[in-house]
């Protein structure tokens, strides 16, 4: 009997921890608003103006008593800003957490991350698309500091009571990365087609340029001008989403429009150019070219197998970190993306941003102040700033920096250097207004099928038409 | 000692219980919630009535396509896995030097994550389809039989294990009885031998049954659905309807319901029918 009685209580007792062990944790955050309903009805006022007095406390102390959680988008700069955090924390005593969505989840991460106790007082969205999934959650920070330093305000998110949801935190660039060793090589070849890269300005002379290239690879010791166009399923947005751009761009620009519901693609035949250049001049044949990822068509680029790659320039560390690279960083430059427009001699890289900093509205006050500062300290203090530009190697959209203080990697070198150039017009980007990822990635799809030869070209631009009216019509019908 | 069992069920059952509401119950019951409503996180859901399932079912959201992959998928892979599963068992409960070894071989692909094993069976398959000019993602019958095949490398040992337990338990008594009355190899084991491992078959095809409908991870890592969705089965196609769209994680979440139902349903079938063959030793 007594045996008995003990391990019944002890089962009790077993129970009864792991009871208050799981009541503690959700009792600690919700305690403000405890505070009423436990008290007694007498002690209300008092109750109030404690509760009151904390959140003074809160307000005035800010930064001290907030935490900064950053859900990271790029996987790539994991490192930098776990040290960037901690960096931080023994500067100014805010605990500031950095968490990297692997790559391709980040919303999926951000959808589970936002809901819990301790969510991320900062994260990012992609453009209007993401806002509009996201706008419960983004906080107005027209009136902070940072907004303020943003060179061009037009780039940020406004929603439509005017406020600024969404600001940009980096600029990026994408053209046709090419390796200058290479080139000089076939300049130097007997018949060249054209005798400097500043003769290229157009889709015709890269296009002779490129097929003379093909038939004297085996002299320029390349397996093919143009890296894989890596066309695995989630492999293919260099294609479905940055090539597009360009058919896009032109056909916002002669409809003077910035958003439209039903695409004509009416420079489809431009872009079959350009796509039809890559997939027949590569170093793989276009039926195999279902099975490429990036990283292996970087990686043929940096190992000096291939000329070109369409690329931007967060590329970069993927150039300079293959093992056994061949190229050298004077030799790695960019050209624009030519399509045979009329005009394009004139036409820059495509230029814009993706990348949109949020701070979290449901997040408590001190929380926000603490993310706020710890953006601003990021943004405009020189270590910061230090390691934005040559940590993170971001070019930074603020006019906190000086023109010292610009990254010095030989890609966004270029990217400012097309920046800069005045008789150059930069193709904006706009594939923040694509409807969606599924029409996305059904463009993709019907790229690769055209490159296994199940599909014709004019299945492709069908593809691209009905989808798109179709994806606009299904996410704006609400 | 019934009565004292009685007296603290609950405090015995209690933790179990609560593991099983927090990490089962109460997501279900939240899900199917949410699969009537518009919502971004499971915090901010606005009630839409039945509009995510008319979604669900709007041409193009792909949802009967892959379903119908998925349906001549399941049938195929359960009758393959089984087969060759009961066959390898028959062969390795034989006399036969070695048997602890190729048993463990046969297991082992069942210990590797799905998308692991994806994308080795991703490498592998192309290398040989681009000796002849074509790979993976050309055509839909070759990620069909991609998947197929590789189900079958990652299942079979472990169905085969769960036929060899069957096997070794079929009382010799009956076979020697078998024997002596005459009976041939085939019909010893049509006759006697299946009817006694009738509850492994159960349990093996429910198995293959249940994991075959719900299979994402290899699917996702062979082919991700290319070309043009063709090889897209049911789970991933509730993933994509999910993350594809904004404001479309309700029409996924109604559509995983609607699977729910579907897959419990067939589920439950095949257990009343293979448990009516069952026989009492």
């Not at chain 2, 509009?51 to 079912?57: G, H, L, S, T, V």
């Not at chain 2, 190899?185 to 198995?207: D, E, G, R, Y």
């Amino acid at each position: 009997m007594k045996k008995k009685l003990i391990s019944t209580l002890l089962c009790v007792s077993m129970v009864a921890t792991m009871l208050v062990g799981c009541g503690d944790k959700g009792d600690t955050p919700a305690n403000d608003g405890n505070t009423d309903t436990t008290d007694d009805a007498g002690d209300d006022a008092e109750a109030g103006d404690d509760a009151d007095a904390a959140d003074d406390q809160g307000g005035s102390a800010s930064a001290e008593g907030g935490k900064v959680y950053y859900l990271n988008f790029k996987p790539e700069s994991d490192d930098t800003w776990q040290q960037i955090a901690a960096e931080y924390t023994e500067l100014t005593g805010t605990e500031v957490k950095v968490v990297t969505a692997a790559s391709g989840q980040y919303e999926a991460t951000l959808t589970s991350e936002i809901v819990k106790e301790d969510a991320p007082t900062l994260f990012q969205i992609n453009g209007p698309v993401g806002y509009n999934n996201w706008k419960d959650y983004c906080m107005d920070l027209k009136d902070t500091d940072y907004y303020s330093w943003l060179l061009d305000k037009s780039l940020a998110i406004e929603g439509e009571d005017g406020g600024v949801y969404g600001i940009p935190y980096v600029v990026e660039g994408y053209g046709i990365i090419y390796n200058q060793a290479i080139m000089d090589k076939y300049f130097a070849t007997e018949g060249a087609k054209a005798a400097s890269m500043d003769e290229i300005n157009n889709f015709a002379k890269l296009k002779e340029v490129v097929e003379d290239m093909t038939a004297k690879k085996d002299e320029l010791e390349i397996e093919g001008v143009f890296a894989s166009t890596s066309l695995l399923p989630g492999e293919d947005w260099r294609w479905q989403t940055h090539l597009a751009n360009l058919p896009v761009y032109y056909e916002l620009k002669d409809k003077d429009v910035t958003d439209i519901d039903e695409l004509e693609f009416t420079y489809a035949d431009n872009y079959k150019n350009i796509f039809d250049l890559y997939i027949n001049n590569s170093c793989s044949a276009p039926g195999t070219l279902t099975t490429m990822d990036v990283t292996s068509s970087m990686a043929e680029f940096a190992l000096g197998q291939v000329a070109m790659v369409q690329n931007g320039n967060w590329g970069w560390g993927q150039i300079n970190d293959v093992a056994g690279n061949t190229v050298t960083e004077s030799d790695v430059k960019f050209l624009p993306i030519y399509t045979g427009v009329d005009g394009e001699e004139n036409q820059g890289l495509c230029v814009g941003t993706e990348n949109f900093y949020c701070v979290n509205s449901k997040a408590s006050e001190a929380d926000q102040a603490a993310t706020i500062a710890f953006l601003e300290w990021l943004y405009s203090s020189a270590e910061g700033k230090n390691h934005v530009t040559n940590d993170l190697g971001f070019i930074a959209p603020f006019n906190t920096f000086e023109d010292s203080e610009k990254p010095t990697d030989p890609l966004a070198q270029e990217v400012l250097r097309y920046m800069e150039d005045s008789s150059k017009t930069s193709v904006s980007w706009n594939f923040t207004i694509f409807p969606s990822q599924s029409f996305k990635d059904d463009f993709g799809f019907a790229l690769g099928d055209y490159c296994n030869g199940s599909k014709t070209w004019d299945d492709v631009v069908e593809t691209v038409k009905t989808r798109w009216a179709e994806e606009k019509a299904a996410t704006t019908a609400e | 000692m019934q009565k004292t069992l009685k007296k603290y069920f609950l405090v015995f059952i209690l933790p179990t219980l609560l593991a099983f509401s927090m990490a089962f119950i109460i997501p279900f019951i939240l899900g199917v919630y949410l699969s009537f409503c518009e919502f971004t996180t499971v915090d901010n859901g606005k009630f839409n009535g039945i509009q995510n399932y008319i979604n669900a079912f709007a041409s193009g959201s792909g949802f009967l396509s892959s379903l119908g992959f998925t349906v001549k998928f399941v049938i195929v892979a359960i009758v393959l896995i089984n087969v060759l599963a009961f066959g390898l068992a028959l062969l390795l409960t034989k006399k036969i030097k070695g048997t602890n070894v190729f048993r463990t071989v046969f297991f082992m692909p069942n210990l590797i994550g799905g998308i692991v094993l994806g994308y080795t069976w991703q490498q592998m398959l192309n290398s040989v389809l681009l000796q002849h000019g074509t790979n993976l993602l050309a055509k839909s019958t070759y990620g069909y039989w991609g998947l197929i095949l590789l189900m079958n490398w990652q299942m079979i040992g472990y169905m085969m294990i769960i036929y060899i337990a069957g096997l070794q338990n079929v009382p010799t008594d009956l076979l020697e009885a078998a024997r002596i009355d005459g009976a041939t190899n085939t019909q010893t084991l049509f006759k006697v031998t299946i009817p006694m491992v009738m509850p492994s078959i159960t349990i093996c095809t429910f198995l293959t049954l249940s994991n075959s409908f719900k299979l994402y991870d290899q699917n996702l890592a062979l082919t991700a659905g290319a070309p043009s969705h063709q090889t897209e089965m049911v789970a991933l196609n509730i993933v994509n309807t999910f993350y594809g769209r904004t404001g479309y994680s309700g029409v996924g979440q109604a559509k995983a319901v609607i699977f729910f139902i579907l897959v419990a349903g067939v589920g439950l079938m095949q257990l009343l029918f293979t448990r009516k063959r069952e026989v009492d030793q």
